[in-house]
Protein backbone atom coordinates (compact mmCIF):
# COMPACT_ATOMS: atom_id res chain seq x y z
CA UNK A 1 0.00 0.00 0.00
CA UNK A 2 0.83 3.54 -0.03
CA UNK A 3 1.42 4.29 4.08
CA UNK A 4 1.28 2.13 6.62
CA UNK A 5 -2.27 1.09 7.70
CA UNK A 6 -3.00 0.34 11.34
CA UNK A 7 -6.33 -1.58 11.93
CA UNK A 8 -9.17 -0.89 14.00
CA UNK A 9 -8.21 2.71 14.03
CA UNK A 10 -10.09 2.79 17.23
CA UNK A 11 -10.98 -0.06 19.55
CA UNK A 12 -12.90 -0.15 23.50
CA UNK A 13 -12.27 -3.24 25.38
CA UNK A 14 -12.92 -4.50 28.50
CA UNK A 15 -10.37 -4.85 31.67
CA UNK A 16 -9.16 -7.94 31.61
CA UNK A 17 -9.91 -8.89 28.07
CA UNK A 18 -7.33 -10.10 25.08
CA UNK A 19 -6.77 -7.60 22.07
CA UNK A 20 -4.71 -7.67 18.55
CA UNK A 21 -3.63 -4.80 16.90
CA UNK A 22 -2.48 -4.99 13.15
CA UNK A 23 -0.05 -3.00 11.24
CA UNK A 24 0.27 -3.04 7.10
CA UNK A 25 3.38 -1.52 6.37
CA UNK A 26 4.63 -0.08 3.29
CA UNK A 27 5.58 -3.34 0.74
CA UNK A 28 9.21 -3.78 1.01
CA UNK A 29 10.03 -2.40 4.30
CA UNK A 30 12.23 -4.29 6.31
CA UNK A 31 12.12 -2.47 9.44
CA UNK A 32 8.97 -2.32 11.45
CA UNK A 33 8.40 -0.38 14.73
CA UNK A 34 5.87 -0.24 17.40
CA UNK A 35 5.51 2.72 19.72
CA UNK A 36 2.79 3.67 21.99
CA UNK A 37 1.38 7.46 22.92
CA UNK A 38 -0.50 8.14 26.21
CA UNK A 39 -2.56 11.54 26.73
CA UNK A 40 -0.16 14.67 26.87
CA UNK A 41 3.19 12.30 26.13
CA UNK A 42 5.24 11.93 23.04
CA UNK A 43 5.36 8.12 21.48
CA UNK A 44 7.31 5.26 23.41
CA UNK A 45 9.21 2.94 21.90
CA UNK A 46 7.80 -0.79 22.08
CA UNK A 47 9.50 -3.14 19.92
CA UNK A 48 11.47 -3.26 16.67
CA UNK A 49 11.42 -5.65 13.63
CA UNK A 50 13.78 -6.86 10.68
CA UNK A 51 12.58 -9.20 8.87
CA UNK A 52 10.56 -11.48 10.42
CA UNK A 53 12.39 -11.49 13.66
CA UNK A 54 12.04 -9.02 17.01
CA UNK A 55 15.35 -7.48 17.08
CA UNK A 56 14.72 -5.69 19.78
CA UNK A 57 11.89 -5.92 22.24
CA UNK A 58 13.12 -3.92 25.79
CA UNK A 59 10.63 -1.29 24.99
CA UNK A 60 7.61 -3.59 26.01
CA UNK A 61 5.94 -2.91 29.29
CA UNK A 62 5.54 -6.23 30.83
CA UNK A 63 4.89 -9.80 29.54
CA UNK A 64 1.65 -8.81 28.90
CA UNK A 65 2.65 -7.54 25.65
CA UNK A 66 3.93 -9.66 22.70
CA UNK A 67 3.84 -9.08 18.46
CA UNK A 68 4.54 -11.23 15.84
CA UNK A 69 5.76 -10.44 12.58
CA UNK A 70 5.56 -14.23 11.14
CA UNK A 71 6.20 -13.71 7.38
CA UNK A 72 8.09 -10.57 7.14
CA UNK A 73 5.11 -7.87 6.50
CA UNK A 74 2.20 -7.58 8.76
CA UNK A 75 2.47 -7.47 12.61
CA UNK A 76 0.53 -7.98 15.10
CA UNK A 77 0.30 -6.18 18.75
CA UNK A 78 -0.98 -8.45 21.32
CA UNK A 79 -2.06 -7.46 25.09
CA UNK A 80 -3.17 -9.61 26.99
CA UNK A 81 -5.85 -9.39 30.40
CA UNK A 82 -5.76 -5.57 29.67
CA UNK A 83 -5.47 -2.83 31.92
CA UNK A 84 -7.16 0.71 32.49
CA UNK A 85 -3.03 1.96 32.10
CA UNK A 86 -3.19 0.09 28.89
CA UNK A 87 -5.30 3.03 27.29
CA UNK A 88 -3.21 4.75 24.28
CA UNK A 89 -2.65 5.66 20.68
CA UNK A 90 -0.84 2.42 19.68
CA UNK A 91 1.29 3.46 16.62
CA UNK A 92 2.62 1.51 14.10
CA UNK A 93 6.11 2.32 11.33
CA UNK A 94 8.33 1.21 8.97
CA UNK A 95 11.19 1.85 7.41
CA UNK A 96 13.39 0.37 4.81
CA UNK A 97 16.76 2.26 5.32
CA UNK A 98 18.78 2.80 8.86
CA UNK A 99 18.65 6.72 8.52
CA UNK A 100 16.01 9.33 8.52
CA UNK A 101 12.77 9.37 9.25
CA UNK A 102 10.27 6.43 9.34
CA UNK A 103 6.80 6.31 8.02
CA UNK A 104 4.08 6.29 10.83
CA UNK A 105 0.73 4.64 10.57
CA UNK A 106 -2.24 6.69 11.96
CA UNK A 107 -2.82 4.41 15.02
CA UNK A 108 -5.53 2.64 16.37
CA UNK A 109 -6.47 4.32 19.86
CA UNK A 110 -6.53 1.61 22.53
CA UNK A 111 -9.54 2.64 25.49
CA UNK A 112 -9.82 -0.37 28.14
CA UNK A 113 -12.98 0.25 30.36
CA UNK B 1 14.13 10.11 33.91
CA UNK B 2 13.56 12.29 30.79
CA UNK B 3 16.06 11.76 28.21
CA UNK B 4 14.39 14.22 25.57
CA UNK B 5 12.91 17.53 27.35
CA UNK B 6 10.42 20.50 25.20
CA UNK B 7 10.00 23.14 27.73
CA UNK B 8 7.21 24.73 25.92
CA UNK B 9 3.96 22.97 25.81
CA UNK B 10 2.62 25.69 23.20
CA UNK B 11 3.87 28.65 21.15
CA UNK B 12 1.51 30.47 19.32
CA UNK B 13 3.21 32.56 16.29
CA UNK B 14 1.75 35.19 13.46
CA UNK B 15 1.58 33.99 10.57
CA UNK B 16 4.45 35.27 8.23
CA UNK B 17 6.60 35.67 11.74
CA UNK B 18 9.12 33.04 12.92
CA UNK B 19 8.21 29.82 14.93
CA UNK B 20 11.36 28.80 17.01
CA UNK B 21 10.84 25.22 18.57
CA UNK B 22 13.31 24.41 21.28
CA UNK B 23 14.60 20.68 22.78
CA UNK B 24 17.20 19.53 25.01
CA UNK B 25 18.49 16.27 25.89
CA UNK B 26 21.01 14.34 28.35
CA UNK B 27 21.87 11.47 26.84
CA UNK B 28 25.13 11.78 25.21
CA UNK B 29 25.01 8.87 22.77
CA UNK B 30 22.73 10.58 20.70
CA UNK B 31 24.20 11.41 17.13
CA UNK B 32 21.00 11.50 15.24
CA UNK B 33 18.30 14.22 15.68
CA UNK B 34 14.57 13.97 14.20
CA UNK B 35 11.80 16.17 14.21
CA UNK B 36 8.47 14.99 13.30
CA UNK B 37 5.17 16.96 13.31
CA UNK B 38 1.74 15.69 14.13
CA UNK B 39 -1.73 16.40 12.97
CA UNK B 40 -4.55 15.12 14.90
CA UNK B 41 -5.89 11.84 14.35
CA UNK B 42 -3.18 11.19 12.23
CA UNK B 43 0.68 9.22 12.72
CA UNK B 44 4.12 11.71 13.45
CA UNK B 45 5.33 13.12 9.55
CA UNK B 46 8.90 13.42 9.65
CA UNK B 47 10.00 16.80 8.73
CA UNK B 48 13.58 17.49 8.98
CA UNK B 49 16.90 15.74 10.80
CA UNK B 50 20.29 16.24 11.58
CA UNK B 51 23.73 13.89 12.07
CA UNK B 52 25.65 15.36 15.24
CA UNK B 53 28.36 16.06 12.43
CA UNK B 54 26.37 18.91 11.45
CA UNK B 55 25.39 22.27 13.48
CA UNK B 56 22.85 23.17 10.75
CA UNK B 57 20.99 21.28 8.36
CA UNK B 58 18.37 23.40 5.87
CA UNK B 59 15.38 22.51 3.77
CA UNK B 60 13.06 25.03 2.59
CA UNK B 61 11.38 26.97 5.39
CA UNK B 62 12.52 24.77 8.02
CA UNK B 63 16.08 24.72 9.63
CA UNK B 64 17.36 22.66 12.41
CA UNK B 65 20.03 24.09 14.68
CA UNK B 66 22.33 21.58 16.68
CA UNK B 67 24.66 22.66 19.61
CA UNK B 68 25.98 19.28 21.00
CA UNK B 69 28.01 21.16 23.77
CA UNK B 70 24.71 22.26 25.53
CA UNK B 71 23.10 19.45 24.46
CA UNK B 72 20.27 21.72 22.57
CA UNK B 73 18.93 21.63 19.13
CA UNK B 74 16.47 23.98 17.87
CA UNK B 75 13.43 23.96 14.76
CA UNK B 76 13.22 27.04 12.81
CA UNK B 77 10.43 27.93 10.76
CA UNK B 78 10.45 31.04 8.26
CA UNK B 79 7.60 32.46 7.50
CA UNK B 80 5.34 30.51 9.29
CA UNK B 81 2.14 29.51 7.78
CA UNK B 82 -1.15 28.59 9.10
CA UNK B 83 -0.79 25.13 7.89
CA UNK B 84 2.30 24.61 10.14
CA UNK B 85 -0.03 24.22 13.23
CA UNK B 86 0.35 21.16 14.60
CA UNK B 87 2.25 19.17 17.42
CA UNK B 88 6.47 18.79 17.04
CA UNK B 89 8.26 16.58 18.64
CA UNK B 90 12.27 16.51 18.57
CA UNK B 91 13.19 12.60 18.64
CA UNK B 92 17.01 11.79 18.84
CA UNK B 93 18.44 8.35 18.17
CA UNK B 94 21.30 6.80 18.46
CA UNK B 95 21.64 5.80 14.84
CA UNK B 96 25.72 5.68 14.06
CA UNK B 97 26.56 4.69 18.01
CA UNK B 98 24.05 2.15 18.98
CA UNK B 99 23.79 -1.51 18.16
CA UNK B 100 20.49 -1.75 17.74
CA UNK B 101 17.45 -0.87 16.80
CA UNK B 102 17.51 3.01 15.97
CA UNK B 103 14.58 3.41 17.98
CA UNK B 104 13.49 7.16 18.67
CA UNK B 105 13.03 8.76 21.98
CA UNK B 106 10.45 10.86 21.77
CA UNK B 107 9.82 14.65 23.80
CA UNK B 108 6.63 15.68 24.68
CA UNK B 109 6.11 17.66 21.87
CA UNK B 110 5.47 21.26 21.40
CA UNK B 111 1.85 22.59 19.72
CA UNK B 112 2.33 25.29 17.67
CA UNK B 113 -0.44 27.89 16.76
CA UNK B 114 0.07 29.59 13.57
CA UNK B 115 -2.36 32.70 13.92
CA UNK B 116 -3.47 34.17 10.28
Known amino acids: GAGVSQTPSNKVTEKGKYVELRCDPI?????LYWYRQSLGQGPEFLIYFQGTGAADDSGLPNDRFFAVRPEGSVSTLKIQRTERGDSAVYLCASSSWRGGGYTFGSGTRLTVV | DQQVKQNSPSLSVQEGRISILNCDYTNSMFDYFLWYKKYPAEGPTFLIS?????DKNEDGRFTVFLNKSAKHLSLHIVPSQPGDSAVYFCAPTTAYSGAGSYQLTFGKGTKLSVIP
Open chain 2, 50 to 54: ISSIK
Open chain 1, 27 to 31: SGHTA
